[in-house]
């Protein structure tokens, strides 16, 4: 028998744009990784998605991706969901989601998605999406460069010491700019 | 498959179906009861969501917050991780797939009472969930009439069972009784032991066998011999469910601890005076020179074993029976009240069950020729045994067997020297055949046991010190414990406090300490023999430990949960564990490996039977057919029957008919006091008699000594030369005389030019002998010239990468690669097998041994018909010892060196 292969699509929502309310002096990690609208449900995402291959591929494209797209995972306060897609067709959907410019609502914010990881298992996708998060929170510490009041002591067990978050920057950056290749 | 309606007939559905409705799960508030959704996808989609916040979560009243951003990022990781481990969890197990993969089981794995204790509750509640609880026998419901009678017969058996059991046992305060001990259980002299009796429950299960101490903890952990078919008497644990072939190797050799229980040891004791003793035992073949003098005091002290083999007379000669191990009872100190003119000594000699009958009459025979007579004993069920072996094997019994005198005057010297073992990894360091005897606590009182605190690796001068200790063996000067031999001490032991007591006793003790022995506790009295392997220093010895019978179980248990050091648990083993160590060791295994003796012909015949079985369960198409099969230069046919070591066709003797495995029962050992076979059915049984390795060894080295009988065999280890291995039942030749007058023009056309004539060509000498590889001191020259002339074999690791990669490819391309597919005519390019003549013996024992890291053989060759052979060979040829091996049913033979063993 033979097993229905999918892909895992772990996508970020980016606001590169700055609006009104990030004006006064909040850091940049900040802003480029705000939440998104409660608006922005389940069936929105979707849609929007199909929309858009519907738009750049047609009835192939839709009707490639028509019963196997589905959100795994939607978290709007972090601006991070996760995608399932044949994986035949995955990179319809990434190219779609490359293409859409704005939060699949109505009067949506400006956006970016970008696909952070591909990956044959939901499992990793959530491993990845966590390493992320730790990540994040480094970043937006350092950046500030004050600590944060929140217990953060029973993720990290101890503070890390500067030359770690300075590793941990570089392996971020490595990351990102393998991202591409790293499907499979 | 839910009810559409929640009716009356629904509701009676319900009650017809075997497994009930499934419990409904509520999610998001809103009730599916009726929905009909599964309501395992129901739990399969609750336990995958995994968990979001709202955008307003990140925010601070609407704005970006520091805090909030971090919180919400705080909340993802956990709700990830979360959904992580809840699809982990959500592919749960039943109770019985929870059960430890060495003690799993297939058969019956729902019946709730086979799985352990601990997760019977759980199974129990699972079956029942699923309408299929577990039937108890009790209250089963009795189907028929004769059903009913039987439970009602049953019940009122029962009850009045109870009334006797009721009945007041207490004498204590009647006047005029005396409080006597326990009586202790008979053994007869001169006669059979009696199994011990087994609890009721039990007690049809041995009819035919004996279970061992151990039986209930190996029947869950290893494959045992069949219900009907037990090994000498006895339910014997075959090989662990587990895969153990490597482990086992690596326990015994590199790390770690194997231990086996053999309780089906036979020990006979004898008691009398030395001077009779010492004609029996001469008797029976334990006539070393250097036993009976100056040499062998240590020996007739008790402080040392002996292990080698019994012989019996027959009237034409010697025959071997089989290996034992005698030791004494150290003799009574000058000091007792009452000094005897002949003071009566004990021995004990320990055999393999499978040569009991036999030793046993032959000892009971010469015992009461002796006088002053002997007394003879069997203490079969009375004696048990644990076998260890392993670098790990001193650790563990240091952990577990705490003398009974902890400390102080009253510790024995054995006792105490056994606690300064520390640190020894192979048994067979301490002195030859060294004797510990002590007595030792109940184990269980020491239960779990814990880490034994070893001296460190780098500590030289602890080291040292034991190493002083060693060599100069203190125990030398003090006598063993004598309670082993004494039949009241080996009673009282097993007369320990119950598990209740000792668990009481251990709630009292403080936190992390033992309980105390109480003086009602008794001494479990305890004897360590070593023995080491002979061929190789290096090689891991073995510790045998004897106790009483009883107190085998509980020794054991401690033993098995033993916290090594280096990791893991001591390993146990079964027959196949014992047989693959003695193979790694090199040493012959009895009775498998000795096919000359009468328990190992035996053996061989059962095997035989076994073996044409499973050939004849084979379709015809797929199996070697034995009158066709091809040998080369027009020879047809397999040597014998293949699927046997055809010892009888090696002789010249009549062939035995293929037994139907009726008569194996005769060798087997007799429980019952009625009167065994004559043992003159065993000699017409056994056509070769077995040739001990010394006399093999002097006989080889006269050259001009007379021909042994032709009918003698004696065993041999076989190294193959090259690759490839020689099964069980593999043909052994020598290597065939050399033609004088044959001119030798080419030994690689050995095959071409045997074809038309039947005889096989007169080459093959020269071209077996072309086989050998080169002497290993021509070594290769180490410039990187000359080393590309030669084959790419070994490259030094200074070689250049490019160099590397050019010398690479050169080897490649010089020899072609093997055909694909291989041609039918493999093997055609090889020497030819020799003929039937110089057909010397056969394999008992044979695979890849994983300690020497190549194909090992253990057989039995025809002693005369070597020994011609070497006689025959040409001086400085280098052809002394060497062999050619054929597994049964193949072509190709394989050139092999032998020694003796």
């Known amino acids: 028998m033979v097993r229905i292969k999918n892909r895992y699509l772990l996508v970020n929502i980016l606001y590169p744009e700055l609006d009104d309310a990030t004006q006064k002096g909040t850091p940049d990690v900040l802003a480029i990784n705000q939440s998104t609208t409660d608006a922005l449900k389940i069936k929105d995402l979707t849609g929007g998605i199909r929309g858009q291959v519907r738009q750049l591929f047609g009835d192939y494209g839709s009707g490639a991706i028509s019963d196997n797209l589905q959100v795994k995972y939607l978290s709007p306060a972090t601006s991070t969901f996760i995608l399932r897609v044949s994986r035949v067709h995955y990179q319809v959907v990434w190219a779609a989601l490359t293409f859409m410019t704005s939060v699949p609502v109505k009067n949506g914010k400006k956006c970016v998605f970008r696909v952070v990881r591909v990956s044959g298992t939901i499992r990793k996708a959530e491993e990845e999406a966590i390493r992320r998060a730790k990540e994040m929170i480094i970043k937006a510490r350092r950046e500030l460069g004050e600590r944060s009041e929140s217990n953060l002591a029973d993720i990290f067990g101890k503070p890390p010491t500067e030359a770690e978050i300075l590793k941990d920057a570089l392996m971020v950056d490595a990351d990102d700019s393998e991202e591409g290749l790293s499907d499979g | 498959m839910p009810p559409k309606k929640a009716t009356q007939d629904s509701l009676a559905l319900v009650q017809g179906q075997k497994r009930k409705a499934p419990p409904q799960y509520s999610f998001n508030g809103q009730n599916h009861s009726n929905r009909g959704r599964d309501p395992k996808r129901v739990k399969l989609f609750d336990a995958r969501t995994i968990l979001a916040q709202n955008s307003e979560a990140a925010l601070k009243n609407g704005e970006l917050d520091l805090s909030a951003f971090l919180r919400a990022r705080e909340f993802e990781i956990k709700a990830l991780e979360d959904g992580l481990q809840k699809s982990k969890t959500l592919l749960t197990k039943r109770a019985f797939q929870q059960v430890p993969r060495d003690l799993r089981r297939r058969t019956a794995s729902h019946n709730v009472k086979r799985v352990p204790k601990r997760l019977q509750k759980r199974a129990a509640k699972e079956m029942k969930d699923d309408n299929t609880p577990t039937v108890n026998r009790k209250n089963r419901r009795p189907g028929t009439t004769r059903g009913r009678l039987r439970a009602e017969t049953a019940k009122r058996l029962g009850l009045l069972a109870v009334k006797k059991k009721a009945k007041p046992k207490d004498w204590k305060g009647v006047e005029g009784c005396v409080e006597t001990r326990a009586p202790r259980p008979k053994i007869r002299r001169n006669q059979f032991n009696s199994p011990p009796k087994p609890i009721s429950k039990f007690r049809k299960r041995q009819i035919h066998k004996t279970w061992l101490p151990t039986h209930m903890w190996h029947a869950k952990r290893a494959r045992m011999t069949e219900p009907k078919n037990p090994l000498w008497r006895f339910a014997i644990p075959i090989t662990s469910t587990e895969k153990s072939y490597r482990p086992?190797?690596?326990?015994?050799?590199?790390?770690?601890?194997?231990?086996?229980?053999?309780?089906?040891?036979?020990?006979?004791?004898?008691?009398?005076?030395?001077?009779s003793l010492k004609k029996l035992l001469n008797a029976v073949g334990v006539n070393d020179a250097s036993l009976w003098g100056h040499k062998g005091d240590k020996w007739r002290d008790g402080k040392r074993s002996w292990s080698g083999w019994i012989s019996r007379d027959i009237q034409t000669g010697r025959v071997q029976i089989g290996p034992a191990v005698v030791v004494w009872c150290t003799s009574e100190s000058e000091s007792t009240t009452l000094p005897l003119k002949r003071p009566l000594r004990k021995i004990f000699v320990r055999i393999h069950p499978s040569i009991f009958l036999e030793t046993w009459e032959e000892i009971l025979r010469l015992a009461k020729l002796q006088r002053p007579t002997v007394q003879v004993e069997d203490l079969r069920f009375e004696i048990g045994s644990i076998s260890i072996t392993g670098p790990g094997s001193t650790e563990t019994l240091l952990g577990i067997l705490h003398p009974y005198h902890e400390s102080g005057d009253l510790l024995e010297e054995h006792g105490r020297t056994f606690r300064s073992l520390a640190g020894v990894s192979n048994p067979g360091s301490l002195p030859a055949n060294a004797v510990l005897a002590f007595s030792i606590m109940d184990p269980r009182l020491r239960y779990p046991s814990r880490n034994i605190t070893l001296p460190r690796q780098d500590d030289e001068e602890a080291t040292f010190a034991l190493l002083e200790m060693l060599a100069s063996w203190p125990l030398d000067d003090s006598p063993p414990s004598r309670a082993l031999f004494d039949r009241d001490a080996r009673f009282k032991a097993t007369k320990f406090p119950t598990q209740k007591s000792i668990n009481r006793r251990k709630g009292q003790a403080l936190p992390g300490a033992y309980p105390t022995t109480l003086s009602t506790d008794p001494p479990i009295p305890l004897m360590l023999l070593t023995s080491r392997t002979a061929s190789p220093a290096s090689a891991q010895g073995m510790w045998t430990l004897l106790a009483p019978w009883k107190c085998i179980l509980p020794i054991w248990y401690g033993l098995v949960h033993y916290p090594l050091t280096s990791g893991g648990n001591p390993r146990f083993g079964g027959l196949d564990e014992l047989r693959q160590t003695h193979f790694e060791n090199g040493t012959a295994f009895f009775p498998v490996d000795y096919p000359g003796t009468a328990a190992g012909f035996t053996w061989e015949v059962e095997q035989r039977t076994q073996r044409k079985a499973k050939w004849e369960r084979r379709p015809k198409g797929k199996r070697v057919e034995w009158e066709s099969f091809d040998l080369g230069a027009s020879r047809k046919g397999e040597l014998g029957r293949g699927w046997s070591c055809d010892f009888e066709r090696l002789i010249g003797a009549k062939a035995l008919p293929d037994v139907d495995g009726a008569s194996t029962q005769g060798t087997t050992q007799n429980t019952d006091p009625t009167p065994p076979k004559p043992t003159a059915s065993i000699e017409l049984k056994t056509p070769v008699q077995h040739v001990i390795c010394k006399e093999f060894t002097s006989l080889f080295s006269t050259k001009t000594a007379s021909l042994p009988p032709a009918s003698s065999i004696s065993v041999v280890k076989l190294t193959l030369v090259k690759r490839g291995i020689a099964s069980p039942c593999a043909r052994i030749y020598r290597l065939p005389a050399t033609v004088t007058s044959s001119t030798h023009d080419s030994i690689d056309t050995a095959a071409t030019a045997s074809t038309?004539?039947?005889?096989?060509?007169?080459?093959?000498?020269?071209?077996?002998?072309?086989?050998?590889?080169t002497p290993t001191y021509q070594k290769p020259l180490p410039n990187i010239k000359?080393?590309?002339?030669?084959?790419?074999?070994?490259?030094?690791?200074?070689?250049?990468?490019?160099?590397?990669?050019?010398?690479?490819?050169?080897?490649?391309?010089?020899?072609?690669?093997?055909?694909?597919p291989a041609t039918n005519k493999q093997g055609d390019d090889h020497p030819l097998v020799p003929d039937e003549e110089d057909l010397i013996g056969f394999v008992t024992t044979g695979e890849y041994n994983l300690a020497e890291g190549k194909g090992v053989a253990i057989g039995s060759v025809?002693?005369?018909?070597?020994?011609?052979?070497?006689?025959?060979?040409?001086?400085?040829?280098?052809?002394?010892?060497?062999?050619?091996?054929?597994?049964?049913g193949e072509k190709i033979g394989r050139l092999a060196r032998w020694e003796a063993i």
């Open chain 2, 862 to 888: 025809s002693v005369c018909k070597v020994l011609e052979g070497e006689r025959r060979a040409g001086k400085g040829e280098g052809a002394s010892r060497l062999c050619i091996v054929r597994d049964a």
């Open chain 2, 248 to 275: 086992t190797h690596r326990a015994a050799g590199a790390r770690g601890a194997v231990a086996w229980d053999m309780s089906y040891m036979s020990t006979i004791a004898l008691e009398g005076p030395v001077e």
């Open chain 2, 756 to 773: 038309s004539t039947s005889k096989p060509p007169s080459t093959t000498r020269l071209a077996w002998l072309s086989l050998l590889p």
């Open chain 2, 786 to 820: 000359s080393l590309s002339k030669q084959k790419f074999q070994h490259l030094p690791l200074n070689v250049p990468l490019p160099q590397r990669k050019r010398l690479l490819a050169q080897s490649l391309l010089q020899d072609p690669p093997l055909q694909y």
